[in-house]
């Protein structure tokens, strides 16, 4: 089956600091990709879509400007928190939509947990 | 708007008993329904799926039957083993192009020996 891959899968930085986050479609090509965040014993949380070539859409109370999405190639977008604090630390998870559009069906990267001391 | 409704948790069983998750939805049009799998410290795994009424999805014991006249897709597995212990999501998607998928709050099953 389709495969996406995450790197890295943990992180710790320090307050004040940038972090990026890759997310990879291994074996098949994602014109979009979507960006979650997990807090803990919740569910996902929609941030954002990534449209490969073009800017990214936003949901609602997500600011672009603190978590900047790239969607540089039909294989990788990458998801970077700026000036990090410890309010940033969370699970974070892609997804990318490989087949028929209207199935829906979405493939899950493994996850990054990051940490902002 | 589209929405998951899921039985909260957690669940506790024995071993070998038998599992039922709850999960209704709302939605407009004719959605997919999935059931995600999420082990400790991993990403989600598609568990199984189904795309049009009457449908039964189901993997490694899982079965879930997609019923519009009542609008749920319950969970259910004959004989739980420890290795099941994972939060488990039910989700839909409104099958409008590569669309966003709508999440229950998840149900963590805890199984004991």
């Known amino acids: 089956g389709a495969v996406v891959s995450q790197h890295p899968s943990r992180v710790i930085c320090k307050s004040g600091t940038s972090v990026k986050i890759e997310c990879r479609s291994l074996d098949f090509q994602a014109t979009t990709m979507f960006w979650y965040r997990q807090f803990p014993k919740q569910s996902l949380m929609l941030m954002a879509t990534?449209?490969?070539?073009?800017?990214?859409?936003?949901e609602q109370g997500v600011e672009k400007d603190k978590f900047l999405i790239n969607h540089a190639s039909l294989t990788l977008s990458t998801l970077t928190v700026t000036s990090a604090h410890p309010e940033d630390s969370s699970f974070y998870i892609c997804?990318?939509?490989?087949?028929?559009?209207?199935?829906?069906?979405?493939?899950f990267g493994e996850g990054s947990r990051l940490t902002v001391l | 708007g589209n929405s998951v409704t899921q039985m909260e948790g957690p669940v506790t069983l024995s071993e070998e008993a038998f599992l039922t998750i709850n999960c209704t939805y709302t939605?407009?049009?004719?959605?997919?329904l999935f059931w995600y799998v999420q082990y400790p410290g991993e990403g989600l795994q598609l568990l199984l799926k189904a795309t049009k009424a009457d449908d039964k999805g189901s993997n490694k014991g899982f079965e879930a039957t997609y019923r519009k006249e009542t609008t749920s897709f319950h969970l259910e597995k004959g004989s739980v083993q420890v290795s099941d212990s994972a939060v488990y999501f039910c989700a839909l998607s409104d099958g409008r192009g590569y669309q966003k998928v709508t999440f229950g709050t998840g149900t963590k099953l805890q199984v004991i020996p």
């Open positions: 990534s449209n490969e070539g073009s800017k990214a859409t936003y």
């Open positions: 939605a407009t049009g004719y959605p997919s």
């Open positions: 997804s990318a939509s490989a087949g028929s559009a209207n199935t829906g069906e979405l493939f």
